[in-house]
């Protein structure tokens, strides 16, 4: 299958494959389009898949902080814009489903379909002071040490001890991220549930909220409140995943998201011979 992989002229890598109906995939901090190398080949003989890398991150410009969640909002418009995409449907994955929330609240008429998959709602105070902690670590020459911790809660433990390929791919990946505009964008992630807690509501479209049961930073309870705060959302809880379930459950994911699409989809006319209809 054909892959075009190219540059826009705002600086942002992307990469596209397949056909069909369009549909985009946001990554998540520290990571890029790569993470979901496994989901759109299994998407994409049924869907033109758009993946990209945020900005601050992989191939993508990396401009001078801070970022707003604005700034990431106004790229994924910049990219539907570039590649023709007047409707599509909107995969975001951890912050980039944030992402997806912001432009999908500001853009109701462009989101087909949303799916918020391992992505925060409305933290808790103390989860607040923890990734603002966290933030300030980067900052500070603590980065190393975050990664590994990362890498704990993000794998199961059975797909570490399977995989860990898989595992070290991510470690070195993280360790590629250009630290300041990383923390740009982690200083994002960090208050964006805040900026966006209201805004949810203006969500028009079927919205599907997933999460791993044991994701421990994008939890159960949070996606049920968001897919509840959302009039067309629903909730799926994964037993027995953590966080990283792209890389995890691939497939199973596509599976999801491709039934999900349908389900919302008209179904196509019935074509009319001579008079009658066949």
Known sequence: MTVDERTLRDGTRVRIEGSGDPVALIHGVGMDLGMWDAVAAALAPQHRVISFDMLGHGGSAKPAGPYTLADFVAQVERVADALGLAQFDLVGFSMGGLVAQGFAARHPGRVRGLVL??????????????IAARVADVRNGGFASSVETALERWFTPVFRAARPDVVESVRRHMFTNEL????NAYAVFATA???????????????????GAEDQRSTAAMAEALAARIAQGRCEIIAGQRHLTPLEIPEQLAETFSAFFRAYRPEPALAKTGGSVR
Request: proline residues 5%.
């Open 193 to 211: 549930d805040a900026e966006l807690e209201d805004a949810v509501a203006d969500i028009a479209c079927p919205t599907l909220v997933m999460t």
């Open 180 to 183: 300041e505009a990383y923390a």
């Open 117 to 130: 998959l391992n992505t925060v709602y409305r933290r808790s105070p103390d989860e607040r002071a923890a």
